[in-house]
């Protein structure tokens, strides 16, 4: 029961901050689309390809900061990183009021991706650090979930129909700069660094937080410590490279469903205002989609990569339905092959989750948390140039290649299943002696908290990997 509390007030104090810092994180960088499609396209005069690059060098400078990423998340404490990362992109957003050209909003949106960069891989350590194993999908499920994508139209739709002289385009980056600041002050003093600085648990309360987690063998806290081996070690693991192939595929679709779908979605022949207002649901399906794989992952072991897969399939019967039909003709089916692309984001769910869980050693999770933003971003500055302004609204390379993209994420799934088992396996063959550090007896004791060391998976024989 006690543990139970202590989870309840985790899930109390700091799940919202973390879901918070998400949904603006999302809702600041997808503004563009919602921005573009109130007239801001107009205004700077965009033509050709620019509004692509717009979308793909705001993850220029997110890419470009996940390096330094690496190591700042081992030596600085990882609250104050969140609540200062969100201040300063907070502030840097409304300064896309002053853009005037392709030139100065393409500057903006460089800085906005750099200083946005440490929100994912901070997220995935703080749920490996503060959650069991179990309970990480459904928490990285939330925060994580596409609430911009059920509420960022209907927000661009509000401010859209607000009576200003200042243009609504502007607005909306002005409303959500400021959200954004306000969140990074509470960050800055409500999101604890460590377990043993969190202000909402007693002093009993955090040593058990820590031993609560000890039984996940990823490390109950971040050690300060960089530790070059362990980046060699994720590098000859297959599972990586699975994920990372993965990550990539995913972002391309990822690009073109938050980057896009406004625009598609008005080559359906409906109204600015309407476009705005049935991009919703697409976030809605998403929401509810995610939550529910990630409550029956909570209660069924080793259904992750299933999951993964399964959700793969219905996403790609979506966009196959927009490409291959008259959509001017049969709208209401386009619409829900549109709404069908809302399964697109469970799979990313499940696999960071999988991320979470599996890796063990502070500089290893650190470089797979941080590794998934890189692809992340690699996938989001590739994915918008596939959507040609030749083709527009069409976009029949474009969706083409996010059917590929679909189809390799399931196999990704797959592979990574069986090399889970594979592995597990040969560590079942294997006789070994638990070792001593790894003894978790009483929960009164606090010396396997000092004594853990930073082993990795590969180093502990007890450790098996969930799938």
């Not at 919202?16 to 396209?41: C, R, V």
């Not at 994508?149 to 607005?171: D, H, M, N, Q």
């Not at 196959?320 to 984001?345: C, H, K, Q, S």
């Not at 996010?402 to 592995?423: D, E, H, K, N, P």
Request: glycine share 6%.
């Amino acid at each position: 029961m006690r543990s139970l509390s202590i989870l309840a007030k985790v899930d109390l104090f700091m799940l919202p901050l973390m879901l918070a810092a998400s949904f603006l994180a999302h809702l600041d960088k997808n503004s563009l689309a919602y921005a573009s499609a109130l007239g801001m396209t107009d205004d700077l005069h965009l033509h050709g390809s620019q509004y692509s690059w717009l979308s793909s060098l705001f993850y220029v400078g997110y890419l470009l900061m996940q390096f330094p990423n690496t190591y700042i998340l081992t030596r600085m404490p990882i609250g104050k990183y969140l609540g200062t990362s969100l201040i300063l992109w907070g502030a840097c957003l409304p300064t896309m009021i002053a853009a005037k050209s392709f030139a100065s909003a393409a500057v903006i949106r460089f800085m906005l991706g750099a200083l946005e960069a440490g929100l994912l891989p901070t997220c995935i350590v703080l749920t490996s650090c503060w959650y069991r194993r179990e309970e990480q999908p459904l928490r990285a499920a939330l925060w994580f979930g596409p609430f911009s994508g059920i509420f960022g139209g209907v927000l661009a739709y509000l401010v859209g129909r607000t009576e200003s002289e200042t243009p609504a385009w502007k607005l909306l980056f002005i409303i959500y700069g400021a959200s954004t600041v306000a969140l990074g002050i509470l960050c800055l003093f409500g999101l604890p660094d460590s377990h043993d600085n969190a202000w909402f648990l007693s002093e009993s309360e955090c040593k058990e937080a820590r031993l609560r987690t000890l039984e996940n063998r990823t490390g109950a806290d971040m050690h300060k410590e960089w530790n070059f081996a362990h980046i060699q070690e994720a590098l000859v693991d297959p599972k990586y490279w699975v994920v990372v192939v993965f990550a990539i595929c995913q972002s391309i679709t990822n690009a073109g469903i938050t980057n896009f779908s406004p625009l598609i979605l008005s080559g359906f022949g409906y109204s600015r205002e309407l476009t705005l207002l049935l991009a919703a649901p697409q976030g809605g399906v998403a929401l509810v989609i995610q939550v529910s794989a990630s409550v029956l992952a909570l209660y069924v072991q080793d259904i992750r990569c299933l999951l993964w897969i399964l959700t793969c399939i219905p996403a790609a019967a979506g966009v196959m339905i927009i490409r291959f039909i008259d959509v001017t003709e049969y709208r209401v089916t386009a619409l829900l092959g549109l709404y069908l692309t809302g399964f697109y984001n469970t799979s990313w769910v499940m696999a960071m989750s999988l991320i979470s869980s599996n890796t063990a050693g502070a500089t290893k999770k650190s470089f797979a948390s941080v590794s998934m933003a890189i692809c992340y971003a690699i996938g989001n500055i590739v994915g918008p140039h596939f959507f040609l302004d030749s083709q527009k609204p069409e976009y029949s390379l474009g969706i083409s290649t996010m059917i590929i993209s679909f189809v390799t994420m399931a196999i990704c799934g797959s592979l990574y299943w069986s090399i889970c088992m594979r592995q597990n396996r040969a560590r079942d063959k294997q006789k070994y002696l638990l070792l001593p550090t790894e003894e978790v007896d009483e929960p009164e004791n606090s010396k396997p908290i000092e004594t853990d060391g930073d082993m990795t998976d590969f180093e502990m024989q007890a450790f098996r990997y969930t799938y």
